[in-house]
Nanobody
Framework: QVQLVESGGGLVQAGGSLRLSCVAS????????MGWFRQAPEKDREFVAG????????YYADSVKGRFTISRDNVKNTAYLQMNSLKPEDTAVYYC?????????????????WGQGTQVTVSS
């Protein structure tokens, strides 16, 4: 059974930082691209960042470029999202997702497995 479990969310003031983690089990992690998406209240789910299955391709949404960093550790079966200089508009539930042999594309329907999400709240 595939499981993706996010952690690291919380409440932070604007300008602060958080590091999200996504631990995967039940799959061969190194074969999967990993993506981070987010969904704010009454808004559609949007792509935040992605890293290809070999790690050679990394993409970011324009809104987070220069502030967020995605990475992966294939030994620990974990993907990370380092979020710096957080803004109130970053407030959302953050989801990680896995795409077999994927290239970190920003389209959610390409991803095979999803976590339950972790809440990130940035106060002004």
């Amino acid at each position: 059974q595939v499981q993706l479990v996010e952690s690291g969310g919380g409440l932070v003031q604007a300008g602060g930082s958080l590091r999200l983690s996504c631990v995967a089990s039940g799959l061969t992690f190194s074969r999967y691209a990993m993506g981070w998406f987010r969904q704010a209240p009454e808004k559609d789910r949007e792509f935040v960042a992605g890293i290809s299955w070999r790690g050679g391709r990394i993409y970011y949404a324009d809104s987070v470029k220069g502030r967020f960093t995605i990475s992966r550790d294939n030994v620990k079966n974990t993907a990370y999202l380092q979020m710096n200089s957080l803004k109130p508009e970053d407030t959302a539930v953050y989801y990680c997702a896995a795409d077999l042999y994927g290239f970190a594309v920003p389209t959610s329907h390409e991803y095979d497995h999803w976590g339950q999400g972790t809440q990130v709240t940035v106060s002004s």
